[in-house]
C-alpha cells in the first residue's frame, strides 16, 4: 500500500492540499477556492468547507497510508478577516478529527506560518516568492501558487516527521524538533 504525507495551506479564500509521496517522490496538487462567491457566506459557508473538505479526506485516505498531516497554524498577527479564518480553521480541524481519528495525538501537527518558511529556507522570514523558489530549488517540485507551495513544503514537514532519519539540514532539524516537543505554554504571573 502507498504512502503519503499530508500539507495543507488555508487562507481565506482558499486551500491547497498536497499529497506527497516518499516513495517515489510524486506530489498530487488540490487547491480549493472558497471564496464567498463560490461556496456563500455565514453558515451555509462552513458546512460546504467541511463538507468538501471531508469528502477529498476520504478519497485521500482510500488511495493509501497517511503516515502524517501538517497544516498551517493561524498567522496571529494578522489583522484582518480574524473571525472568519479561525471559522474556516475550525471547519479543517472538524474535517481532519472527522476523517482521520485515529491520528490525532501524534500525527497531525499545526505548524506556524514562520516554521514552515524556516524549514524551507532556513529563515523564518522569507517572503513567499522566495518559499516558491526555494521548493524548487530544494526539492524540484514546481508548485502552482503560493499556497501550494506553502502546502508542499508542509507535506515534506509531514514526510520529515515520519522519517526516523533526521534531515541534513541544522534548521530542519530544529524545526522537526520544536513540532515533536511544543514549548510549554506559561501561565501569566496573576492567573487566578
Known amino acids: 500500500m502507498p504512502r503519503y504525507a499530508i500539507g495543507i495551506d488555508q487562507s481565506y479564500s482558499g486551500c491547497a ?9 510524486t506530489a498530487s496538487e488540490t487547491i480549493f477556492d472558497f471564496s464567498p462567491k463560490q461556496v456563500g457566506t455565514g453558515i451555509r459557508r462552513l458546512v460546504t468547507v467541511h463538507a468538501l ?23 496571529y498577527g494578522s489583522k484582518f478577516r480574524r473571525e472568519e479564518l479561525g471559522e474556516l480553521g475550525c471547519a479543517l480541524k472538524l474535517a481532519l478529527a472527522t476523517q482521520f481519528p485515529m491520528h490525532l495525538e501524534r500525527r497531525i501537527h499545526a505548524v506556524a506560518p514562520t516554521t514552515v518558511k524556516k524549514f524551507v ?31 508542499y513544503a508542509l507535506a515534506r514537514i509531514a514526510d520529515a516527521l515520519a522519517t526516523p532519519e533526521p534531515p541534513e539540514l541544522k534548521f530542519q532539524q530544529e524545526v522537526l524538533a520544536t513540532i515533536r516537543n511544543p514549548p510549554k505554554k506559561t501561565r501569566a504571573k496573576n492567573a487566578a
Open 17 to 25: 492540499i498536497v499529497r506527497y509521496s516518499p516513495t517515489d517522490g
Open 53 to 75: 473538505l471531508r469528502e477529498h479526506f476520504a478519497v485521500i485516505e482510500r488511495l493509501g497510508q497517511i503516515t502524517h498531516i501538517c497544516y498551517e497554524g493561524y498567522s
Open 121 to 151: 529556507t532556513g529563515s523564518g522570514r522569507a517572503d513567499k516568492d522566495k518559499i516558491m523558489l526555494a521548493v524548487y530549488m530544494r526539492w524540484q517540485h514546481e508548485p502552482s501558487s503560493n499556497d501550494a507551495a506553502d502546502a
